[in-house]
C-alpha cells in the first residue's frame, strides 16, 4: 500500500503542476497598442489587475500556451494573451513576432509526463510514466505500474520503445515493445505464498489524440510474457487510458 500512496502523491504533483515553456533569456518589448490588459493568471477567467499602456517597457519572463508572463517596470508579475502582445517593439524599433505555437514545436526531441488508469489481468491498475522522444517516430517510455488485487498485489516496472507511424497526425497509432521486471506479492494471510519477482517482455499498440498543443489523452492494450525461472511462462493482458502532458 505505500507504493500505492507514493504513486498518488506523484500524480497529485502531476496534475498541479500544469507544463510551462520558460523562455531562454527575459525579453524586454515596448507596448505599440494603446494599452495590455494584465491577468493574475494565464487565463482570460482571471481578473485583469493591471494594465501596461502603449509606450511601456515589460520583460516576458516564460510562456505557457497562448499566455504570457510579464514583469512592467515597477516589478509586477501577470499574465497576457499573445494576442496583445502580436504588436510589440523590441529595443531596436522592430515589431516583435511572437508566432502561434503548433504540433510541429512537438516534433523536435521532448519530453512527455502522464497517469493512466487501466485493466491488468481483471484487475485495477495504476500507472506513472515518463518518455522522451528523440526522433518524430521513436519514444523510450518508462513506466510504473501497481495493480491491487483480492488475492495478490502486482508491480510493473517497463522500459519500452514507442514507433510513431503517422507523428504528425492529431490522433496518432503506435506500436510498442519493450521489456521489465514484474513483482507478485500475495495477499493471503492462511496459505504462506512467496514473493515472486520475474522478468518480463511486452507489446502491443496505442493511440494518442492531442487535445491541446501540450496535453493529450493517450490509450493502449498491452500484451506481457513473463518469464519465470520453471520454464513455464505466464502471459496476462492490460487495457489502459489516461492523459500526459509535453513539455
Request: charged share 20%.
Amino acid at each position: 500500500m505505500t507504493d500505492i500512496v507514493a504513486i498518488r502523491r506523484i500524480i497529485f504533483l502531476l496534475l498541479m503542476c500544469a507544463p510551462a515553456l520558460v523562455m531562454a533569456e527575459e525579453w524586454r518589448v515596448q507596448v505599440a497598442d494603446p494599452y495590455i490588459d494584465i491577468h493574475t493568471g494565464p487565463g482570460r477567467g482571471y481578473p485583469v489587475f493591471n494594465v501596461a499602456e502603449q509606450g511601456a517597457w515589460v520583460t516576458l519572463i516564460k510562456r505557457r500556451t497562448q499566455w504570457i508572463k510579464v514583469r512592467t517596470p515597477r516589478g509586477q508579475t501577470g499574465w497576457v494573451h499573445r494576442q496583445q502582445l502580436a504588436r510589440t517593439l523590441d529595443e531596436t524599433g522592430n515589431y516583435v513576432a511572437l508566432e502561434e505555437r503548433s504540433l510541429e514545436d512537438f516534433f523536435r526531441p521532448h519530453g512527455e509526463l502522464g497517469v493512466m488508469v487501466g485493466e491488468l489481468d481483471n484487475t485495477t491498475s495504476l500507472t506513472v510514466h515518463g518518455g522522451y522522444a528523440f526522433t518524430e517516430n521513436l519514444q523510450l517510455d518508462l513506466m510504473w505500474t501497481e495493480a491491487a488485487g483480492s488475492f495478490a498485489n502486482t508491480r510493473l516496472i517497463n522500459l519500452g520503445l514507442q514507433h510513431h507511424l503517422y507523428p504528425r497526425w492529431r490522433i496518432s497509432p503506435y506500436v510498442l515493445i519493450g521489456a521489465g521486471s514484474v513483482r507478485v506479492e500475495p495477499r493471503t494471510v492462511l496459505v504462506k505464498s512467496d514473493i515472486r519477482s520475474e522478468r518480463g517482455a511486452h507489446a502491443g499498440l496505442g493511440l494518442r489524440i492531442y487535445l491541446t498543443r501540450e496535453f493529450l489523452l493517450r490509450t493502449e492494450y498491452r500484451n506481457y510474457v513473463v518469464l519465470t525461472t520453471d520454464n513455464n511462462n505466464d502471459e496476462f493482458e492490460e487495457w489502459r487510458t489516461g492523459f500526459s502532458v509535453l513539455f
